[in-house]
């Protein structure tokens, strides 16, 4: 087995995923959740875009249902001993073979929860799942249950955080030289992706953005690669990746002389996530965070230009995000608690001006003040 931390670490946490199933009342749970399945048992691979399923007992037994393709896989990456193969042939309905496998666990008529709210769980399955065990067992979601459990991370899980941490500030590292008029954006992308890669980390759970000109106003990565004018702006968000733990950072720069826009919304900016550092700790809630931000850019007049959250938890993900389900945004109740990993980001995208400004980075919450896990300064960066 390829494990990525000692056997000890595993069993603290099937040790705390057995006691959250007790205060459910849960006789078993129906893992969907790569991430999930990665946590509990090392388990590593993409095969979560077919139907799969790490089914664990209130006991602790673990019985994997996968295709024939991830057998090996999960022998070599994960503590899985109890493997199972459901099998490709005409409309097949591989929930038939998991109620198959729940039966031969002795789950007839037991209380299961089930993640639901997963990139691996499609509404197909979701939908043939229900139908499956409607007359076998209770059903209940538990989307959250192990998210909820990983948002604490352990010294083992920070070590691969910290080392995510460097190469997100490696990728930057690398891009900023070839920042300037005629850079072409693939070779920016190129760099970065190559830092974190050569270093030893692994693809991200979905694309790095980069865009300039008026795509440095989006959100999201689009296909198709611009070369930088004279007088220009570039919006990158990017993450360093070790053990597909990530750490996340986002920046604006500006080609040539910066607007008083650019000025105006980087103040705005900077002066809010250096408020919202002051609630990166116990006593405080990812709700606080959001109101925060909210605050500072509306007092500003910024509200048609800020995003309606403002970061979230980071940890070991899977495609098509690298965010977790925990998010800054208004009336989340969640605890900002010791040993977080949160990815603040402040982004006002300005359409009438057509001005782009972000600012954001990755931090590890503690008793008291929260830990940057960048060595890169949040002066406005201009070339």
């Known amino acids: 087995m390829a494990l990525i931390f000692e056997s000890e670490e595993y069993a603290e946490r099937l040790t705390r995923l057995k006691s959250a199933m007790a205060a459910k009342k849960l006789d078993a749970v129906l893992l969907f959740a790569q991430e999930s399945m990665y946590w509990l ?40 001993s109890d493997i199972r193969i459901w099998v490709d042939r005409g409309q097949t309905d591989p929930s038939r ?13 037991c209380r299961i929860g089930v993640e639901y709210d997963t990139h691996g769980m499609t509404g197909r399955s979701a939908h043939l799942l229900d139908e499956q065990l409607s007359s076998f067992c209770q059903i209940e979601d538990s989307s ?53 890669l050569s270093g030893g980390g692994d693809y991200p759970a979905n694309n790095f953005i980069i865009g300039s000109g008026e795509s440095a106003l989006l959100c999201r990565a689009k296909s198709g690669r611009q070369t930088l004018l004279e007088n220009d702006q570039l919006t990158l968000e ?27 919304l980087y103040g705005a900016g900077r002066a809010a996530l250096e408020a919202i550092e002051e609630l990166l700790r116990p006593g405080h809630s990812f709700g606080d965070v959001f109101d925060k931000h909210a605050e500072i850019m509306d007092d500003r007049g910024l509200s048609r230009h800020r995003l ?19 998010m800054f945004h208004a009336g989340n109740p969640n605890p900002i ?13 300005d359409s009438d001006s057509g001005t782009a400004m972000t600012l954001g980075r990755t931090y590890l919450t503690g008793e008291d003040d929260p830990r940057p896990l960048s060595r890169l300064s949040l002066d406005l960066y201009t070339k």
């Open 337 to 349: 608690l010791p040993s977080m990993s949160l990815f603040v980001h402040i982004i006002l995208m």
């Open 238 to 264: 990017w993450a360093g990746v070790w053990a597909h733990y990530h750490v996340a950072a986002m920046r604006t720069v500006v080609v040539g002389e910066p607007s008083d826009r650019h000025h105006a």
């Open 41 to 80: 048992t090392g388990y590593d691979t993409f095969g979560f875009v077919f139907f799969q399923c790490l089914a664990v007992t209130a006991d602790g037994k673990m019985t994997l249902l996968t295709r024939s393709a991830d057998v090996r896989q999960a022998r070599q990456t994960s503590n899985i």
């Open 97 to 109: 073979d998991l109620k198959e496998m729940l039966a031969d666990l002795d789950l007839l008529g």
């Open 308 to 326: 309606n959250a403002c970061g979230y938890s980071l940890g070991a993900r899977f495609a098509p995000s690298w965010m977790e389900h925990q």
């Open 144 to 196: 959250y249950l192990v998210s909820n459990l990983r948002l604490i991370k352990s010294p083992a899980e920070i070590t691969c955080i910290e080392k995510a941490a460097t190469l997100c500030d490696d990728a930057f590292d690398a891009a900023l030289p070839l920042i300037r008029p005629g850079a072409d954006e693939g070779e920016i992308l190129s760099a970065m992706q190559g830092a974190v």
